[in-house]
């Protein structure tokens, strides 16, 4: 029997977003500028710290050592550019602002009558949320758009994206169908910092009244201590402690067949990735982008005994990313091991490949 089958058998275990973190956090306490912190990072873990989510944030704050000290780096940085884009994560590449919109003001938008308005990100609204089948779901409770959006992924995936004019269409009908009031709060929201690791990680967590630029040229976040690890910008230039961290993924630019990637990743680092939700969907994007071959091999078998894919880890497919045609029963049919990879560009879905072929493929570096 497949040895990864066999385990499967033995294993079966389940891992919810919040259980899953996806990268180690390391408090170092000299003392350095913001971009000091960041080349010791690079050079000796992956960078700057990066924070996705609440579960990142409490798991940073494990990581702090006590010490006369109030600030503590982390990797987000002011950039000249002040975007528009999704809490997911994408780009805004499809707009439908209404009469006047936006008027340049506000950093967050609502929905009315299918058109979108810009509204200051601490005003209260009714939400909708995006579930993991992608169904919406309406939150009668008003709430500022970060508590929005830290509801919805609490609860479900996300505050609902609207990537085109079919999306639109389905929000603003389901707004119709079910009753909700005039204005809720989407998605969207634009600021102008950026992650030392060039992710897309929409999440913040500041203090209340920051980021101020209170002593000019904040360009620089650091974390509180005395706010429970809530974020501060200041100057670049002052030298405080930092967290790097180190991501749980790791892109292997090897070319090899899955058996051999599988044997790779457990004599070098724990395991070929598991992909088992869609927060580590999001870290697979972001270290595939770095491959050199079109698909990239994840830690995704099929059995023709049992008809089943299944997460050589012993994680149920419970999450799903297939591409259109792949994932489907056909595979019992055919005479091919076959094995799942995510695609290097496009939608970067899962696709089925026969497992001799020859990939890069992304490692976990660390135990579940």
Known sequence: MDQALYFILLHIALCSVSECVQRQYHHITDRKTWIEAQKYCREKYTDLATIDNMNDMNELNKSLKHGGFQYVWIGLQKTSCNKWQWSSGEPALYLNWGYKQPDGKDECAFMRDGQWHDWPCAKSQTVICRSSN???????????????????????????SVRNHNENQQVEKFMSDSHTPNDVWIGLFRDSWQWSDQSASS??????????????????????????????????????????????????????????????????????????????????????????????WLGLRHSHILGIWFWVSGETVCYQN???????????????????????????????RPE?????????????
């Open 356 to 368: 001799t072929d020859e990939l890069n493929f992304i490692c976990s570096r660390y135990e579940e």
């Open 322 to 352: 297939w591409a259109p045609g792949n994932g489907t029963s056909e595979e019992d049919c055919e005479h091919t091991v076959r094995s799942g990879a995510v695609q290097s560009g496009g939608n970067q879905r899962w696709i089925s």
């Open 134 to 160: 992608n169904t919406l779901i309406f939150v009668s409770q008003t709430k500022n758009w970060r508590d929005a959006q830290s509801y919805c992924r609490q609860n479900h995936i996300d505050l609902v």
């Open 203 to 296: 999440f913040r967590y500041w203090s209340a009244g920051e980021p101020n630029n209170a002593g000019q040229g904040e360009n620089c976040a650091v974390i509180t201590l005395n706010t429970q690890g809530q974020w501060n910008d200041v100057s670049c230039t002052n030298q405080h402690p930092f967290v790097c961290h180190e991501d749980k993924l790791i892109l292997i630019a090897k070319n090899l067949t899955w058996s051999e990637a599988l044997r790779y990743c457990r004599q070098n680092h724990v395991d070929l990735v598991s992909v088992h939700s869609e927060e580590i969907q999001r870290g697979v994007m972001n270290v595939v982008k770095r491959a050199s071959t079109e698909a990239v």
